[in-house]
């Protein structure tokens, strides 16, 4: 069941003119587990304003089942509770609830475009294209490292996606990675082989979202994040 309200935030967006204009808030609750996540319709389209956390096959919480993790000693849950699970590919393309799916390549440019961000390719690396300033308008307020390496940091969240910097798990060495700096999230897109799917990031030293798909990591057997968005928003 979805409910959508329109924001303070977004009542302020449209009388200054902004694409916010179109976000409003809701909620959806999983029957499978019967757990309830916000909602926020972005544009034309509505995503989950969280990242997923139903217990699958081949899916882990941040640090779990890694005594030698430097966050071991945190209850696992805490990571699910708070990042939602990382799942592989295989996994992430399925476990969406009804009425709900995982993204496209193109419903995630769709995200960028929605929220002003302009689509340029990399001056540093020919295989990497991003969505400048998207992360920032995109990312959540707090949790996200910031110093001499990582200026960016937080981002606005103008439009209540609350990004949060959820890590990712390595699947050849079997470890966690990066939590506080960056979140990978996968899309339903694969690049034609059987081993690397296209997977949206974001990162603490830059306020643009990005892809690149030459990256060893985008291995469809790795975890990431998954953002669900509605099939008839």
């Known amino acids: 069941m979805r409910k959508l309200l329109l924001t303070t935030a977004a009542v302020a967006a449209a009388m200054a003119g902004t694409v ?11 029957t499978r587990d019967g757990q309830t996540y916000k909602t926020v319709k972005i544009g034309k389209q509505t995503w989950m304003a969280q990242n997923l956390n139903y217990t699958a096959d081949s899916s882990w919480c941040y640090g779990e089942s890694n005594p030698n993790n430097f966050w071991h000693y945190y209850k696992d849950d805490f990571f699910c509770d708070e990042y939602g699970r990382l799942y592989n590919w295989y996994t992430a393309i399925t476990v969406c ?6 993204p496209s390549r193109v419903e995630w ?3 960028g475009k ?3 961000g302009k689509r340029k390719a990399s001056k540093t690396n020919d295989s990497m294209f991003l969505y400048e300033n998207a992360a920032k308008k995109l990312k959540s307020r707090n949790g996200w490292n910031s110093g001499i390496y990582s200026v960016h940091g937080n981002g606005m969240d103008d439009f209540g996606f609350s990004a949060l ?13 990066d939590i506080g700096d960056d979140a990978y999230w996968w899309t339903a ?15 603490c030293y830059t306020d643009d979202m990005i892809e690149d798909y030459e990256l060893f990591i985008y291995n469809k057997t790795n975890g990431f994040s998954v953002r669900c968005v509605a099939d008839n928003p």
Request: proline content about 6%.
């Open 189 to 203: 897109t694969d690049e034609g082989s059987i081993d690397f799917a296209y997977p949206r990031g974001m990162w």
């Open 109 to 111: 440019d769709n995200l």
């Open 114 to 116: 929605s929220v002003g």
């Open 97 to 102: 609830p009804a009425g709900y799916h995982l």
């Open 20 to 30: 916010a204009s179109e976000t409003a808030f809701g909620t959806f609750t999983d």
């Open 165 to 177: 910097p959820s890590g990712y798990r390595n699947h050849y060495v079997g470890k966690f990675f």
